[in-house]
């Protein structure tokens, strides 16, 4: 199994910033509601947001934050990213990769891990464990076909399998879960 290359993941944004269409989808707003009532915590310090897309989840997530930072592999989506939160910080890297240093108190993963392969996610889940202990995880996943190597409820089972976190569902709908480890306080 292979992960999604750099050049498959800005071929998906060949034709504009929203190739989702989450700035216009009923379903994708509603699944960014979903997650931040999912969120363990009113307030946080800093999240950090892996696959950060073009910003739109950023958009719902930031007000409960008092720092933003996002990552994703794509120009494109980061400079919609930019647009969409001015305030926020962004990092043009290829997972898996080092994060950004920073005191995160909230790493979200929003349907980025089928993107991985499987020692992608294992050092993954390694790092954000190793690093940001005490930090709520949260991760959405995308329960139809990701047309990748693996599959969304695969992803997840391996990052699980390498995660010391007990990530639990706390929402789902049929083409959705979020699963939420709360760190400590």
Partial sequence: MTAVSCEQLEGIYAEGDDPWSFRTS??????????????????????LELGCGNGELARHIAPRCAAYT??????T???????ALPEGRFHRLFLPARL????????????????????????LAQQIDRRWP?????????????GNALEGEEALDIFRSWSRRALHR????????????????
Avoid: M, N
Avoid at 26 to 47: D, G, I, M, N, W
């Fill in 26 to 47: 009923a379903y994708e707003q509603s699944k960014f509601r979903a997650t931040c009532a999912a969120l363990p915590r009113r307030r946080y310090r800093s999240v």
């Fill in 70 to 75: 996002g990552v994703d592999a794509v120009q």
């Fill in 77 to 83: 989506a980061l400079d919609a990213a930019r647009r």
């Fill in 100 to 123: 950004p240093e920073g005191e995160h108190d909230l790493l979200l993963l929003s349907e980025v891990l089928y993107f991985l392969d499987p020692p992608g996610l294992a050092a």
């Fill in 134 to 146: 005490e930090a709520d995880l949260v991760c959405v996943t995308w329960l139809g076909p990701s």
């Fill in 170 to 185: 706390v929402a789902a709908s049929d083409r959705y879960r979020i699963d939420v480890a709360e760190g400590g306080r």
